[in-house]
């Protein structure tokens, strides 16, 4: 019996870490992601229209991806 216990713990203590990865992955999904105000956004697409900066250097001043920005100003992200 206790080889079955063993296997029962062992199968628990699995699962447990399981959750636990799970856990802190779909943590760190979220945490990467940088949330902008409606002010920022405003002000990534008054950047684009107004001067000569480019996508690349407007998501350094707001510390997210070049894509990001190119998301923002196509209306993708965050509407128009």
């Known amino acids: 019996m206790t080889d079955v216990a063993a296997l029962v713990r062992g199968v628990t203590d699995l699962a447990a870490e399981n ?10 999904e979220t945490a990467n992601r940088k949330r902008l105000t409606p002010a920022e956004v405003a002000e990534i697409r008054r ?4 001067t000569s ?8 001043s707001f510390d ?7 998301r923002i100003v196509r209306g993708i992200y965050y509407g128009n």
């Open 19 to 28: 959750r636990r990865l799970r856990a802190t992955l779909a943590y760190r």
């Open 47 to 50: 950047l684009w229209e107004t």
């Open 53 to 60: 900066l480019t996508q690349a250097a407007i998501a350094a």
């Open 64 to 70: 997210v991806n070049r894509a990001t920005v190119s």
